[in-house]
């Protein structure tokens, strides 16, 4: 693949860099090949190299790759599953049975913060940071700061960086340039824009109301597993799924608020074919490949360009055909401009009126990325009776408070 003919040979020569390639392109080869190659052979000095990714999913894909490419090398490879119990199984000895470490930021970050550290990080010789963008944003969802403290921590002048993702914002490509030593950038085709193995499309639904029927519709039309469908909060997700479930489909949901043990049976499920439809937040929308996603749908229109191209590439991945179908409302004409232009250079078809629509200043862009719209709940239930439910329930909770109260008094 194009990504590891470019990358390949330059961090083989101990260069820094950034890389930009589209969704499915083989990234993961890209940089676990010279992981390996410049290791040599297993030691038992400790972790050498590390590898950062914004979620857990991810993470846990790439140590599922670099485990199957490594078989028969001896290379140990480990990935940090709980914090707390990675800081009492990783000492002075125990960690020296391990050659790379995947993790997530805040993993890693709660390690060090253990006094004394739970991990040392003066040994390692390679630090790589995937969907490196999502982890330079600020705020609540970035890791800009916890990915701060884990460069300081890598204090061995050896130490090469590396950073990969899908799509680049300027400021990224600016640190990096400004930081890293040397670094080569690499780009596969056009910057932050879609992978044209995915036929896109964007639906106009009017209303909150019309995204249901058009789901609907998609369904009694006939569609050919396995699909993702986006939201855009977990409450959605849960709300959706709600619904779906009445349709006589196999379909589940994914999200931050379900254990970790539910999120990796239900990946595992939607793998192996048992789930048809998996409804899904932005935790899922970087870097994880699923083999053969037909379609996605994006129920809820993305914040931005990048969350789109991110979405999408969930399906057309590796060179096979996918399809993208996007729900828009009268609310969402704001952000149109931005995801039609993607759309337009992937070589899809947009609509001539939406061309004319004005672009969103960079200010506004950011404010709606950080306040995304309020929408109504999905549900066919009228709100009559949703509000007498929750009025119930409140009324049980506060009797169940009261009787908590008057056992305590008499004991």
Known sequence: MPIQMQAIPVMLHGRELLASAPTGSGKTLAFSIPIL?????????????????????????????????????????????????????????????????????????????????????????????ISSDKLFEDGKTGFRDQLASIFLACTSHKVRRAMFSATFAYDVEQWCKLNLDSVITV????????VETVEQELLFVGSETGKLLAMRELIKKGFNPPVLV?????????????????????????????????????????????????????????????????????????????????????TGRAGHKGKAVTFFTEDDKPLLRSIANVIQQAGCPVPEYIRGFQKLLSKQKKKMIKKPLQRESISTTPKYFLENAKDKRKKIIGQNNKKKVALKDKS
């Open 187 to 194: 780009s596969i085709g056009t910057r932050n824009s879609a």
């Open 230 to 314: 986006f939201v855009q909060s977990i409450e959605r997700a849960k709300e959706l799924f709600h619904e779906l479930i009445y349709e006589g489909i196999n379909v589940d949901i994914i999200h931050a608020d379900r254990t970790q043990e539910q999120r990796d049976n239900t990946v595992h499920s939607f793998r192996a074919g048992k789930i048809w439809v998996l409804i899904c937040t932005a935790l899922l929308a970087r870097g994880i490949d699923f083999k053969g996603v037909n379609l996605v749908i994006n129920y809820d229109f993305p914040t931005s360009s990048v969350e789109y191209i991110h979405r999408i590439g969930r």
């Open 37 to 129: 190659m410049q290791l040599k052979q297993p030691t038992n000095k400790g972790f050498r190299a590390l590898i950062i990714s914004p979620t857990r999913e991810l993470a846990s894909q790439i140590h599922r790759e670099l485990v199957k490419i490594s078989e028969g090398t001896g290379f140990r490879i480990h990935m940090i599953h709980k914090a707390a119990v990675a800081a009492k199984k990783f000492g002075p000895k125990s960690s020296k049975k391990f050659d790379i470490l995947v993790t997530t930021p805040n993993r890693l970050i709660y390690l060090l913060k253990q006094d004394p550290p739970g991990i040392e990080l003066t040994r390692y010789r390679s630090c790589f940071v």
